[in-house]
C-alpha cells in the first residue's frame, strides 16, 4: 500500500494500525476554487492527490488525505510566514473552528475507490498576545493548516475538541481503519500484538 503524503503525523497514525506501506509525494498542491465550500474542496483535493499517485502505481492501493480549517467560513492554510500564523491563530482564539479532513482509498486497476470527509469541531481558549507570539515562535505553526499542531505544544491552545482526535492531527483514524477494512486490506486478529492483520487486498 502507498500512503500520498509527507506529512510525518499521518505516517505515524498509519504505522499505528500496524498495515505496511510506502510513502509517494503527489505533487499536488490544490488551492480553493471561487465559492467553492470546504467540504467539496478538501474531498477534490484528497482525491486528486490520490489520483496522481495511483495513475503512477496503478496495482497499489493509495491512500490520500487533505485536512484544512474552516473559521467563520473562511479556509485557512498553511500559513505563508510568522505575521500569517500570529494573525490566524488570534483569529481562532477563544472561538469554535471546525477541521476537514478527507480521506481517499484508490487502486486504479480494480477500479475501486472509497472517500469520505471526517469534521471535528474544535474551540480554542481565549489567548493572550504574548502567546499567540510565544507559540508562533516554536515553528511549530510554519507546515500546518491553521498554524497549530494539535497533537505537539499546540494542544496547549486547546479548550476542548468534538469529534475524532486524530481527524485534527490528520487522518480521521476509524474512518481510514473501515475503509482499509472494506477494501479487504486488513483484518482484525487475535494473534501477536498487531491489532489487525494485513491482508494485501486479497478478496
Not at 479556509?75 to 481517499?104: F, N, Q, W
Amino acid at each position: 500500500m502507498i500512503l500520498a503524503s509527507e506529512s510525518p503525523r499521518r505516517r505515524e497514525l498509519l504505522a499505528a494500525v500496524g498495515v505496511p506501506f510506502r510513502v509517494v509525494r503527489s505533487g499536488v498542491d490544490e488551492i480553493p476554487r471561487p465559492g467553492e465550500a470546504p467540504s467539496r474542496f478538501v474531498r477534490r483535493a484528497a482525491l486528486d492527490k490520490g489520483e496522481a499517485v495511483a495513475s503512477l502505481h496503478p496495482s497499489s492501493f493509495v491512500l490520500s488525505a487533505d485536512t484544512i480549517v474552516v473559521a467563520d467560513g473562511r479556509i485557512l492554510g498553511k500559513p505563508r510566514d510568522r505575521a500569517e500564523a500570529r494573525r490566524m491563530l488570534s483569529r481562532l482564539a477563544g472561538r469554535d473552528h471546525r477541521v476537514y479532513t478527507a480521506v481517499c482509498l484508490l487502486c486504479a486497476k480494480r477500479a475501486y475507490r472509497d472517500i469520505g470527509v471526517d469534521v471535528t469541531r474544535v474551540r480554542f481558549r481565549p489567548l493572550s498576545t504574548v502567546e499567540v507570539a510565544a507559540y508562533a515562535r516554536t515553528g511549530e505553526c510554519d507546515d500546518k493548516a491553521g498554524a497549530y499542531a494539535a497533537q505537539g505544544a499546540g494542544m496547549l491552545l486547546i479548550d476542548r475538541v468534538t469529534g475524532s482526535f486524530s481527524n485534527v492531527v490528520g487522518l480521521p483514524m476509524t474512518r481510514v481503519v473501515a475503509m482499509l477494512a472494506r477494501a479487504g486490506l486488513i483484518r482484525a486478529t487475535r494473534s501477536g500484538r498487531a491489532w489487525y492483520a494485513f491482508t494485501g487486498g486479497a478478496r
